[in-house]
């Protein structure tokens, strides 16, 4: 079981993007079959000179660990796909390493 929270600072992100994002997440449910997750989704604009960055940090409660990823991007998509590319890696790890003990 997933629960999901998604904070957006500084601005407020519109439903399809918080749709979106939540659908994108409970992938890592398929992945932590049987184990209680909570995940935090914090979304963030920075300006940089005329452009905005978009910021999307992920933070997962595992057993045992927290997993935490970020990535910055033009758009929130991208910067979506690569922090759960990079948290489905650390969570394939430490429940690996779970399974051994």
Do not use: W
Request: net charge positive; glycine share 2%; proline share 1%.
């Amino acid at each position: 079981m997933m629960t999901v929270s998604i904070q957006s600072v500084h601005f407020d992100a519109d439903q399809k993007l918080l749709n979106y994002i939540e659908s994108k997440v409970q992938s890592l449910s398929r992945l932590l079959k049987g184990h209680k997750i909570h995940a935090r989704i914090v979304l963030r604009l920075e300006k940089v000179s005329r452009i905005q960055d978009k910021i999307v940090e992920i933070i997962v409660d595992l057993p045992k660990k927290t997993c935490i990823a970020k990535s910055i991007n033009k758009s929130f998509d991208k910067a979506l796909a690569e922090a759960l590319g990079s948290l489905k890696m650390q969570a394939r790890k430490h429940m690996d390493k779970l399974q051994n003990e």
